[in-house]
């Protein structure tokens, strides 16, 4: 069907549909008059007609944004779809359907095997099933005590044969087989017993001796949070950091500032100083000062410490006025802008450059594109926790499809943008065991609120996306995943990450849900250039927010040279050195190694040496974009 049809056949005189291309108004006009015989067709019926049409886009519109509040964005059709592929595979799976009964009843004869040994000896029986390693929730040894470990045993043998009744059908879509197994994970997660207070011995027994107190300070802790979410308000507990005093507190100043970005200069703290700056890129999903937390555990902190002068850009928090801004404003008006900035402020023809998460994407777009059209620039390309294959994007990904888009853009049509509790909520999800019910049996049974540290503040201080970006960028890469398949374009033409002709350093992390390290590893499939990739411990914030001197912390590090075979992700990750620390001695060794060997000293960037004249700094860092709420 040809594209200007909009996706609708035409109809015809007769009634019939046609494949023909759709018309413009006019031209439907003239066909109507001579098929008919009308001389005088009236017009306003086909306005009426394209306003009613209108007017029920609008409507469905709306009702979708309206549902997608109560459903947390996810679009019940897109599940249903996936459970009736799955209901109607097991109906026709004779032999599948009598592996579930036989699991079933193996696990029902077994946990009856165990409830008669721990009726005879108490606490001498051995457990039917053990918790996975990252379960914590059934860990206390309260757990073991009658009938408490019955009750966290049947439900532990439930999740697991819905586990095994999702997995393994015969001519099920995988994708579909994964979301139906997250979802009813999901959904056995809402009623595990460690939820609620008669079936949850510790809750009961610290009942038992405050005497109650605990369930009325989380009475108030609800209460308390209930009124923030109403007022649409983060928790007041949440953020007990403040920034430009506890947190993105290393001395800079604003150098620049456009309707999106503000670009704030860090001075070198050594003598000499490595001639190529480096851009810090972080996601505009976040707050920039994921790279500037505390003092002790401050990248930009440690990389003025290292000799480098620094420049990061901070992301202006959308509103519903910036409801139209495009990815490609992102890149213009944000990454192409500052590394033209800073050319012009520091004279130097290159510069090193580093992506965090999303901003890791956008900048090897950017470079694949400076690539293409000859700019060199760019001195180095690091990307942290950063995919550019979105192929296996893990479980944030099995939603993305043409109806849950369809859905979503929909919800942001309405508002102008995706609010951050909605992506908050997304990101929950995926850690619902810890990130939401542990925490509100926390805080609203055993009434205790845990100590916001710097990361969990700046967690808290989310930001919005733009309605048009957002929904591009799902599409594009999420969805089709133009950039590892050669459709993406910039400025009117396709991109490659195979045209990037600088060294690459990339960073992965072990627990990382966003941006899974398999995935973030497929760069070596897309670069032909040597490639130093690194798997450090921790998750996709952790992870990446690993100071020298951070306890129990570790990485592997390997270098590809171009020329060099694949290796697959596993075995990658079983024959790479293994180091105790951190990551960052090793990276900030990697810059300097490819660094120009001219060291400047600090004083020519204070008196401006034979730099161009120094502009007149906007403000001090942190700026103002970052307090925008």
């Known amino acids: 069907m040809d594209k200007a049809s909009n996706g609708r056949a035409k109809v015809g005189v007769g009634g019939g549909s046609t494949n023909e291309p759709r018309y413009n108004p006019i031209e439907t006009t003239e066909l109507s008059r001579r098929a008919v015989g009308y001389d005088d067709l009236d017009e306003r019926l086909i306005r009426d007609s394209y306003s009613a049409t209108a007017a029920a886009e609008v409507l469905d519109r709306s009702f979708h944004a309206g549902l997608a509040h109560y459903t947390a964005g996810i679009s019940p059709a897109a599940l249903a779809n996936a459970y009736f592929d799955w209901a109607i595979h097991l109906w026709m799976s004779p032999g599948k359907q009598f592996e579930l009964y036989q699991k079933a009843f193996r696990k029902l004869a077994r946990f009856n095997r165990y409830i008669a040994s721990e009726a005879l000896v108490p606490g001498n029986g051995h457990p039917c099933i053990e918790p996975l390693e990252q379960d914590r929730r059934f860990s206390a040894d309260s757990w073991r005590k009658w009938p408490f470990n019955v009750i966290y045993q049947s439900f532990l043998l439930q999740q697991q044969w ?74 007041r ?37 490595h001639a190529e700056p480096i851009l810090l890129v972080p996601a505009w999903i976040m707050k920039y000062y994921i790279l500037d937390l505390s003092p002790h555990n401050s990248m930009v902190g440690y990389l003025v410490e290292q000799g480098f002068e620094v420049f990061v850009i901070s992301w202006r928090n959308p509103g519903p006025e910036h409801r139209d801004l495009s990815f490609d404003d992102y890149r213009k008006l944000g990454l192409q802008k500052a590394i033209d900035i800073i050319c012009d402020f520091t004279g130097e023809r290159q510069i090193h ?21 000859g700019d060199d620039r760019l001195k180095s390309v690091t990307l942290l926790a950063a995919q550019t294959d979105f192929s296996s994007p893990g479980e944030l990904g099995l939603f993305i499809d043409d109806s849950q888009l369809a859905f979503l853009d929909d919800m942001m049509w309405e508002q102008g943008f995706l609010d951050s509790r909605q992506m908050a909520g997304a990101f929950q999800l995926l850690r619902s065991n810890d990130l939401i019910w542990s925490r509100m049996t926390r805080e609203y049974l055993l009434g205790e609120r845990e100590n916001s540290n710097d990361l969990m503040s700046w967690n808290a201080d989310a930001t919005r996306m733009p309605y048009r970006m957002h929904s591009e960028y799902l599409r594009s890469l999420f969805l089709n995943n133009d950039l590892a398949e050669g459709r993406f374009r910039v400025d009117g033409r396709a991109v490659s990450v195979g045209d990037v002709r600088v060294p690459m350093f990339v960073v992965s992390t072990v627990r990382d849900h966003v941006s899974p390290w398999r995935s973030v590893y497929r760069i070596h499939l897309l ?63 990697w810059l300097a190694e490819r660094s120009d060997d001219r060291m400047r000293s600090v004083d020519d960037i204070a008196t401006n040496g034979k730099r161009p004249p120094l502009p007149e700094a906007l403000c001090d860092a942190p700026g103002t974009y970052v307090h925008e709420m």
């Not at 450059?353 to 059209?373: E, F, K, P, Q, V």
Request: with cysteine; glycine share 10%; hydrophobic share 35%.
């Open 527 to 589: 670069a032909d250039v040597p490639v130093t990739f690194v798997l450090a411990s921790g998750g996709h914030n952790g992870g990446i927010v690993s100071e020298p001197g951070h306890p129990r912390r570790s990485f592997r590090i390997a270098t590809r040279r171009g020329d060099e075979n694949f290796i697959e992700a596993d075995s990658w990750a079983a024959t790479a050195d293994r180091h105790e620390g951190s990551w960052w001695h090793s990276w900030s060794e």
């Open 353 to 373: 450059t580093a992506g965090y998460c999303l901003g890791g994407t956008l900048l090897a777009i950017m470079a694949s594109a400076m690539a293409r059209d």
């Open 162 to 235: 819905w586990y095994n009744a999702s997995c393994g059908i015969r001519g099920l879509d995988p994708r579909h087989a994964r979301v139906v197994e997250f979802s009813t994970r999901q959904i056995l997660d809402t009623v595990s017993p460690s939820n609620f207070l008669y079936s949850n011995p510790e809750l009961l027994e610290a009942t038992r001796e405050q005497m109650g107190l605990n369930l009325v300070r989380g009475a108030m802790n609800y209460v308390s949070d209930l009124s923030d979410m109403v007022g649409g308000y983060q928790p």
């Open 237 to 273: 507990h949440a953020i007990s950091h403040v920034v430009g005093r506890d947190v993105a507190t290393t001395p800079g100043k604003v150098i620049y500032r456009n309707d999106l970005i503000e670009l704030i200069h860090y001075t070198p703290k050594t003598r000499k100083v």
